[in-house]
């Protein structure tokens, strides 16, 4: 298997992944000193649509093994949040006659992590028995929303359980210049240093 595991063919990750998830190590948040159990699962950007599935199958097979995952799709969530708050058509009516940035900043207002798109996953988290998160949808929700703040507003509600980030881009960890999510491995997200990489650190 390749070093890089983040490179390898899907099956021999989805094989590692199972291996890593299912462990009492894994579950039991063990190894991790203070930081909060998050951990980034990074591919390439073209990948997107495999490790959608990959994760889905995950999920199916750590059920078998008992271990029960919450998958939260950033994106699918954003929509039933602007549903929910009796915006969806207005925004649809509206996207066509405003400027792209005028767009972003509205979605980031009635999407703002802390006040709204993480409570909606507080709320999927007390109504759901489950053992590991996975957050998915990153690359669809940019620019609106970003992975950093996801994270940032998590550590106090998701710090229990093990949260795992599918990330299309690079999760950079250096001694020298920090940590940081660069999405797409192009668009620097921001710094973010306390999520470890689950295919380096596992």
Known sequence: MPTDLSTASIKNRFDH???????????????????????????????NKAMLDLADQLARNLDKKGIHVLIVNLYDLSIDILKERGIWDQIIETEPSISKDELKELLQSVLDPEQHLVPAIRKKMEHTNFDILFITGVGEVFPYIRSHTVLNNLQSTAKEKPTVMFFPGEYRQSSLEGSSLSLFGRLLDDNYYRAFDIYKNF
């Open 17 to 47: 992944l199972i291996e890593i998830m299912s462990s009492s190590r894994f579950l039991n948040k063990e190894g991790l000193g203070n930081e909060v159990p998050f951990f980034i699962c990074q591919y390439k950007p073209e990948e």
